[in-house]
T-cell receptor
Framework: DSGVTQTPKHLITATGQRVTLRCSPR?????VYWYQQSLDQGLQFLIQ???????AKGNILERFSAQQFPDLHSELNLSSLELGDSALYFC?????????????FGSGTQLSVL | DQQVKQNSPSLSVQEGRISILNCDYT??????FLWYKKYPAEGPTFLIS?????DKNEDGRFTVFLNKSAKHLSLHIVPSQPGDSAVYFC??????????FGTGTRLQVTL
């Protein structure tokens, strides 16, 4: 158990809808990362937060947004969903979010857009 | 543009033999490399890492080799065990804190 909790584990929705994925980091970790894994793809970095502030941004679509709350949990919001958004979304956390820190991953949320 | 590449989607090795998983990268700014292991229905877990100032790092049955001139790293597992069957991801970082992952290699260790 990595200590990172993601909910829900599975999500099935329709095109055009909006969903929210939730992540609770390991106790004491201040930084949260979101990654997307599509079929046969590696993990694509979406966004990183540190102590409530955005620290780094990757290939995150404008239809997607995220935030980290004062209690350090994070939410990833996906709107106007398309079929291609179907993927496994991972959250990871680390202590300070600095370079070369190892990340601890949650077990992911499997999103299916029908 | 795939900056970290794992060209072998799968690998099958007999129990007790050596497993060698390969990874190539294109970004010369990468200076820290990691391997993660992923079992089904679980998130990736950290396995071993290496800094660019070293060319080898060993941890028990796992050794990672880095060839900076070739922009290539490999993970050796000796001896391979059935419990090593998983998907292995190579990852790299440079000046930024984010990790860039490869597409993974599925290792199957057979009896």
């Amino acid at each position: 158990d990595s200590g990172v909790t993601q909910t829900p584990k599975h999500l099935i929705t329709a095109t055009g809808q909006r969903v929210t994925l939730r992540c609770s980091p390991r106790s004491g970790d201040l930084s949260v990362y979101w990654y997307q894994q599509s079929l046969d793809q590696g993990l694509q970095f979406l966004i990183q937060y540190y102590n409530g502030e955005e620290r780094a941004k990757g290939n995150i679509l404008e239809r997607f947004s995220a935030q980290q709350f004062p209690d350090l949990h994070s939410e990833l919001n996906l709107s106007s969903l398309e079929l291609g958004d179907s993927a496994l979304y991972f959250c990871a956390s680390s202590l300070t979010g600095t370079k070369d820190e190892k990340l601890f991953f949650g077990s992911g949320t499997q999103l299916s857009v029908l | 543009d795939q900056q970290v590449k794992q060209n072998s989607p799968s690998l099958s090795v007999q129990e007790g033999r050596i497993s060698i998983l390969n990874c190539d990268y294109t970004n010369s700014m990468f200076d820290y490399f990691l391997w993660y292991k992923k079992y089904p229905a679980e998130g990736p877990t950290f396995l071993i890492s290496i800094s660019s100032i070293k060319d080898k790092n060993e941890d028990g049955r796992f050794t990672v080799f880095l060839n900076k001139s070739a922009k290539h790293l490999s993970l050796h597992i000796v001896p391979s065990q059935p419990g090593d069957s998983a998907v292995y991801f190579c990852a790299a970082s440079g000046t930024a804190s984010k990790l860039t992952f490869g597409t993974g290699t599925r290792l199957q260790v057979t009896l």
